[in-house]
């Protein structure tokens, strides 16, 4: 199955989702962030990972310090069997692309890039936000409220 995150900035939920995605569904991955094993991840205006994305994916004992952002238009979206968008912006931007697969969801999941003053909060919140991200990759009823909700193919 191929599976791409898309987000805005491709720095931190969709990173985190790749991570997740690949330590779960694929566990034997080696993979770089290119793919390997059709798990990717991309943003809609790519900047750079941030440093807060890789130590709270380390703190469960992920390693993403080899993936990097990339633009959705170098992922094969329309070899997707599943597409999952993780903000507005991706979620308008992917509708409007013709010829993509049947299965596009929406994840409504906040964005922790500038949601806090101070580091410590800063944590907490790309915590909250791994953590959710994890909880609706391995248990696919907690995505029952958002569009299209079936993850588990």
Same mark, same amino acid.
């Given at each position: 199955?191929?599976?791409?995150?898309?987000?805005?900035?491709?720095?931190?939920?969709?990173?985190?989702?790749?991570?997740?995605?690949?330590?779960?569904?694929?566990?034997?991955?080696?993979?770089?962030?290119?793919?390997?094993?059709?798990?990717?991840?991309?943003?809609?205006?790519?900047?750079?990972?941030?440093?807060?994305?890789?130590?709270?994916?380390?703190?469960?004992?992920?390693?993403?310090? =080899? *993936?990097?952002?990339?633009? %959705?238009?170098? /992922?094969?979206? #329309?070899?997707?069997?599943? $597409?999952?968008?993780? &903000?507005?912006?991706?979620?308008?931007?992917?509708?409007?692309?013709?010829?993509?697969?049947?299965?596009?969801?929406?994840?409504?999941?906040?964005?922790?890039?500038?949601?806090?003053?101070?580091? =410590? *909060?800063?944590?907490?919140? %790309?915590?909250? /936000?791994?953590? #959710?991200?994890?909880?609706? $990759?391995?248990?696919? &009823?907690?995505?029952?409220?958002?569009?299209?909700?079936?993850?588990?193919?």
């Amino acid at each position: 199955m191929k599976i791409a995150f898309i987000c805005t900035g491709n720095i931190c939920r969709s990173q985190m989702a790749e991570g997740i995605a690949r330590h779960f569904l694929l566990p034997s991955s080696k993979g770089v962030g290119k793919g390997e094993g059709g798990i990717f991840s991309a943003g809609i205006i790519p900047g750079k990972m941030h440093d807060v994305t890789q130590n709270v994916m380390h703190e469960i004992g992920i390693d993403i310090s =080899k *993936q990097y952002s990339k633009s %959705y238009l170098e /992922v094969p979206l #329309n070899q997707m069997d599943i $597409i999952i968008t993780m &903000s507005d912006l991706a979620r308008s931007t992917i509708k409007g692309i013709q010829g993509l697969c049947s299965k596009i969801i929406h994840w409504d999941i906040e964005d922790p890039y500038h949601s806090a003053e101070d580091k =410590k *909060q800063l944590y907490e919140n %790309y915590r909250r /936000v791994r953590d #959710n991200i994890q909880k609706r $990759i391995s248990d696919p &009823s907690a995505n029952a409220q958002d569009d299209r909700s079936s993850f588990s193919g």
